[in-house]
């Protein structure tokens, strides 16, 4: 079925579109599945790219709500105490984004990024869903809230780029 952009749009939003056109190569066929974009589960790219930058601010919110102090300058000098795997793989993924965006625009290739933050999303969710962040130990809560304070980061200014949004709560 032929379907206009403003249509498109409309149906499932302007951040699904744009991160579902942009997720194909322009040499790729665009077959773009509706139900997928407008639902609300981790197999929707955008909503779980969206979903773990929110699921960062709530760990944020929860920290707060504690009275859990963080002060990103003195965690950055506790980096050293990240050594568990999940740990390790998001801050090579975090390592690569540079490149990843160098790369997309001497190849004109926006699709890299998309994939790149859906790869990003999942070691940030494999890692939430493995460890807790706010533990007793003040140095390695401090570590790993820099760690997922740059996760976010990284998530927003991506999404940025490709004119999606990132919400702080969904």
Known sequence: ???????LIREVGVDATRFFYLMRSNEQHLEFDLEL???????????YVQYAHARIHSVFRQAAERGIEWNRKQALGKLERLTETHEKALLAAL????????????????HTLTHYLRDTADALHSYYNAHAFLVDDAELRDARLALVDATGQVLRNGLGLIGVAAPEKM
């Open 1 to 7: 079925n032929f379907v206009t952009f403003e249509e």
């Open 37 to 47: 974009a407008r639902s609300q589960s981790n197999d929707n790219p955008v909503y």
């Open 95 to 110: 390592a690569r984004y540079p490149e990843v965006v160098n790369n997309c625009a001497l190849n004109s290739a926006p």
